[in-house]
């Protein structure tokens, strides 16, 4: 096989060449040689039978001959062109065994640090691309806990509502408050208009004491006039009298309490009216700065909640990007794939050009390697479909994400 | 409580890729680099489904998923392949192993995830 390989590949002409010519000149000189005798004797002689005889034994030796000379030359040529043949075969044969030789020691040579450095290659794009993939899944992971804490971020206006609501019933009670107050007024008002009555109440009795006093001291002076009967009489006038002097001094008592209580509930009413109209006041701006504070509010609540909407709006495109950088980080195994098939390969041709160099080195004619076979097994190998395509020449198609799921 | 779902994959990157998949939908994951490696791993712990890849070194997909069935405890844990394989002599291998289902990477996570809520154990 090797020396008809060789013989392909020789860099020289093939030595079958052009078709041989009919004599050479050995030949040709013996042919002529030949038919100058012939007709020597037929010119010498004339044509008698004699002659003619003679002038074609001559032509027949002549043929003879030059026939025998010509199967010499073909003879001895034949031999000489096999001799250059062979040689040339044998030069040829030593040079494509250098060559091979040659380029076997190189695969000896670069086959190992050809597949070390795929696999150093695969390595790292293996840790760098495993870190990577570490890094988003923390950015996806965050994103994930933004988007869910986000998500009370519109729970702002329940709450603004529920303060309102609690302000609203703090107003109200406030409000009643004031009416309690108001009502209360109109009693004490009512209560001081009361209290003229109790003086002119307290008058009547100064007046009816004043009287009863009277009463008494002529009671008394009629007592004396009756002498020692009406003594007894002057007594009870005495009694009567004192009597009408202690109603009096309680008239006058009551007339000064209830001037007291008058003032103070005069004053009460004064001062009551005083702070209802601040509470008024007061209450009026409470309602204007809590209806501004939760306006305030509501308003800073709407850019607030624009604001989380519009950030988890943004989360979620910067989430979906991360999911397809994770679908996208998935060429790493489908690289690691065919860099192990490519480095794999390498080894076995190392190792079957060991093989054949040991048996060469044991005097054994060494296998050789048949190309066709060896790119059949190497196919088979193939886990990856665009490695197929690569294998026959084609361009690999671009891959995505896959939604190839089959359930069995 | 989360259930347990076994990754087996050669490839460290791919296991983190599944590994960020499942565990953002709530899933504990356990990591085996190979099939061998998964075998050790299947100890008696409660597994709701396993994702194995089908070429890798020491033991393939097939071959561990083959000797998984043969274990009482995991006998009816499903099993997803996730390989780049394609054809369907290697889907038929993978159903007569016992596989469920077949997805083909590179996967989208979200198609990974209908698979897995179809076939998780309850």
Redo the contacts between chains.
């Keep these: 096989m090797r020396s008809e390989a060789a013989a392909q590949k020789l860099p020289f002409a093939p030595l079958s060449g052009p078709a041989k010519p009919l004599l050479t000149p050995v030949s040709g000189s013996l042919l002529i040689s030949a038919l100058l005798g012939a007709a020597s004797v037929l010119l010498a002689a004339g044509f008698a039978p004699l002659a003619i005889g003679l002038a074609g034994f001559l032509l027949a030796v002549g043929g003879g001959l030059a026939f025998y000379a010509r199967q010499r030359c073909d003879l001895a040529l034949g031999e000489a062109q096999s001799a250059i043949r062979r040689e040339l075969e044998q030069q040829a044969s030593a040079q494509l065994t250098q060559r091979l030789g040659g380029l076997e020691t190189l695969c000896a040579g670069v086959l190992p640090i050809w597949s070390g450095q795929i696999r150093l290659v695969g390595g790292l794009t293996?840790d760098s691309?495993?870190a990577?993939?570490?890094r988003?899944?923390d950015i996806?992971?965050d994103l994930?806990k933004t988007l869910a804490e986000s998500q009370g971020g519109g729970g702002m206006f329940e709450l603004l509502s529920e303060a309102q609501q609690q302000f609203d019933v703090i107003t109200e009670s406030f409000r009643a408050s004031l009416t309690n107050r108001q009502v209360l007024l109109e009693k004490i008002t009512a209560m001081s208009g009361n209290t003229e009555q109790l003086k002119t109440m307290a008058r009547s009795v100064a007046e009816i004491a004043k009287q009863t006093n009277l009463l008494a001291l002529n009671a008394a002076i009629e007592a004396a006039r009756a002498g020692e009967a009406g003594r007894g009489f002057a007594v009870v006038a005495d009694e009567v009298r004192k009597l009408s002097t202690l109603s009096g001094d309680t008239g006058r008592k009551i007339t000064e309490t209830v001037e007291v209580v008058n003032s103070a509930i005069a004053e009460a009413l004064a001062g009551t009216l005083k702070y209802m109209d601040q509470d008024q006041t007061q209450q009026l701006a409470a309602d204007a700065a809590i209806t501004r504070m939760v306006g305030r509010l509501r308003e800073g609540a709407t850019e607030l909640t624009d604001s989380t909407q519009l950030l988890r709006s943004r989360s979620q495109s910067i989430g979906e990007e991360v999911?397809d950088i994770?679908?996208?980080?998935?060429?790493?195994?489908?690289v690691?794939?065919v860099l192990g098939h490519v480095s794999g390969d390498m080894d076995k041709l190392q190792n079957r050009l060991r093989e054949q160099e040991a048996e060469r080195a044991a005097g054994r004619a060494a296998e050789l390697i048949d190309a066709d076979t060896w790119l059949s097994e190497l196919s088979r190998t193939y886990?990856?479909?665009e490695q197929h395509v690569v294998h026959h020449g084609g361009k690999p198609p671009a891959?995505?994400?896959?939604?190839?799921?089959?359930?069995? | 409580m989360a259930k347990n779902i076994m990754i087996v994959d050669d490839s460290a990157s791919l296991r983190q890729v599944v590994g960020i998949a499942l565990r953002g939908a709530g899933y504990d994951v356990v990591e085996a680099c190979d099939g061998k490696d998964a075998l050790n791993k299947l100890d008696g712990r409660k597994l709701h489904l396993i994702i194995s890849d089908v070429n890798m070194p020491n033991m393939d997909g097939i071959s561990f998923v083959k000797a998984a069935k043969q274990l009482p405890a995991y006998k009816f844990t499903p099993v997803i392949m996730l390989t780049t394989e394609a054809g369907n002599d290697m889907k038929q291998q993978g159903q007569a192993a016992g596989a469920k289902a077949w997805v083909v990477k590179p996967f989208q996570p979200a198609q990974m995830l209908t698979a897995v809520s179809k076939l998780v154990l309850p």
């Design positions: 293996e691309i495993t990577l993939a570490n988003f899944g996806s992971q994930e999911t994770l679908v996208a980080l998935q060429f790493q195994d489908r690691s794939q886990t990856v479909p891959t995505t994400g896959s939604d190839d799921i089959t359930f069995f």
